[in-house]
């Protein structure tokens, strides 16, 4: 495997149900991001981590709960999710955090919420 | 608040024809700009960095152009595998974060 890998790239779930989307980059980063993107609305920052340490957290309801147990490895934990949360998830990691480093982009996993 | 906006939003163009796509920016003190693209159900490419007013970068029929207040992406001779979203992004808004333009959906008809 190369680049950022996110699983699954599809996930329906119903707005009671619990599931995870994880992500892994293969690129030796030390900084991880998810991201939200809607239809005609610019990528969202939910939450980043540096070195396996919380930086971020983009006023993000609960019911989206991050883990990062190592630096090549982020879950999206979900929960009790509205419609509204049905979205592209997007999984981004760069070599440091902070200005200048360009991210690079996992696939996406597209959820829908039902 | 540091807000990047993109234009046109969609751009259709004949293979061949050359034309530009514009991002301009609000931010306190540009740190640089990013372009990327990004294919239908994907994650979005890295195509470019731009950190100072004047700088150039090409990429095969792509040159990114950076002022102090925007940046174009010139497409030259465009093919139909060109056709895709570009997003441009600046850093801003926290240490952390990049903030990024909705983007402009070019379409390259054969």
């Known amino acids: 495997e190369t680049g950022v890998t996110q699983t699954p790239r599809h996930l329906v779930m119903g707005m009671t149900n619990k599931k995870s989307l994880k992500c892994e980059q293969h690129?030796?980063?030390?900084?991880m991001y998810w991201y939200k993107q809607s239809a005609k609305k610019p990528l969202e920052l939910m939450f980043v981590?540096?070195?396996?340490?919380?930086?971020e957290n983009n006023s993000v309801p609960s019911r989206f709960s991050p883990e990062c147990p190592n630096s090549s490895h982020l879950f999206l934990h979900l929960h009790t999710l509205q419609p509204e949360d049905s979205a592209l998830y997007l999984c981004?990691?760069?070599?440091?955090?902070?200005?200048?480093?360009?991210?690079?982009f996992g696939p996406g996993t597209r959820l829908t919420v039902t | 608040e540091d807000q990047v906006t993109q234009s046109p939003e969609a751009l259709r163009l004949q293979e061949g024809e050359s034309s530009s796509l514009n991002c301009s920016y609000t931010v306190s003190g540009l740190r640089g700009l990013f372009w990327y693209r990004q294919d239908p159900g994907k994650g979005p490419e890295f195509l470019f960095t731009l950190y100072s007013a004047g700088e150039e970068k090409e990429k095969e029929r792509l040159k990114a152009t950076l002022t102090k207040k925007e940046s174009f992406l010139h497409i030259t001779a465009p093919k139909p595998e060109d056709s895709a979203t570009y997003l441009c992004?600046?850093?801003?808004?926290?240490?952390?974060?990049?903030?990024f333009g909705i983007g402009t959906k070019l379409q390259v008809i054969p």
């Open positions: 981004a990691s760069s070599q440091e955090m902070g200005h200048g480093y360009e991210q690079y």
């Open positions: 992004a600046v850093p801003g808004g926290g240490y952390q974060k990049v903030t």
């Open positions: 690129l030796g980063h030390n900084a």
């Open positions: 981590y540096s070195l396996e340490e919380r930086v």
